[in-house]
T-cell receptor, first 113, second 107 residues
């Protein structure tokens, strides 16, 4: 199994509070991604990183920020959580983009009350 | 119209049946991915293919680039195959995911 760890795995928070999700990899893969998964939607890309300090927005990036200060860690921050951000968040890694195999973390379930 | 369409959305089968899940896409791609998501939520990559056919155990994936269509076949299905199967298509800068096919295999 690819070494990808997400934390926390479950979190309940209140509207307006900041939340940070962490993705840690031991594979030294260049690309790291944050997706959200909601009923009726496919996985949707929030942000991705193609190297240390190199990040870019995905299709649903509003309300989210990311940081990658080390190859192995990719942080997703909700500056002020809203109920619409209640979702399951998946981190993924790959050696390239769409034409490289993707490895997923176990997911982080976030509930914003 | 979604760029990636999967059919059927839901599928039930008896143990031992041959299963086919379909994926059609409308964009140019360099690779197509089949993923499996178990009830516990974890997502595993089953196949990545850009042409022809791949086989792994009881799973077979095919792709027809000209018709923009892929199929995932499961031979001799088993209750442990119960999961959501997700198709995703990719090029050099993005992946687009289908909404998945929920498969339940009953003993």
């Amino acid at each position: 199994d690819a070494g990808i760890t997400q934390s926390p795995r479950h979190k309940v928070t209140e509207t307006g509070t900041p939340v940070t999700l962490r993705c840690h990899q031991t594979e030294n893969h260049r690309y790291m991604y944050w997706y959200r998964q909601d009923p009726g939607h496919g996985l949707r890309l929030i942000h991705y990183s193609y190297g240390v300090k190199d990040t870019d927005k995905g299709e649903v990036s509003d309300g989210y920020s990311v940081s990658r200060s080390k190859t192995e860690d990719f942080l997703l921050t909700l500056e002020s959580a809203t109920s619409s951000q209640t979702s399951v968040y998946f981190c993924a890694i790959s050696e390239g983009q769409g034409d490289r195999e993707l490895f997923f973390g176990e997911g982080s379930r976030l509930t914003v009350l | 119209k979604n760029e990636v369409e999967q059919s059927p959305q839901n599928l039930t089968a008896q143990e031992g049946e041959f299963i086919t899940i379909n994926c059609s896409y409308s964009v140019g791609i360099s690779a197509l991915h089949w993923l499996q998501q178990h009830p516990g939520g974890g997502i595993v990559s089953l196949f990545m293919l850009s042409s022809g056919k791949k086989k792994h155990g009881r799973l077979i994936a095919t792709i027809n680039i000209q018709e923009k269509h892929s199929s995932l076949h499961i031979t001799a299905s088993h209750p442990r195959d119960s999961a959501v199967y997700i198709c995703a298509v990719g090029d050099t800068d993005k992946l687009i995911f289908g909404t998945g096919t929920r498969l339940q295999v009953f003993p």
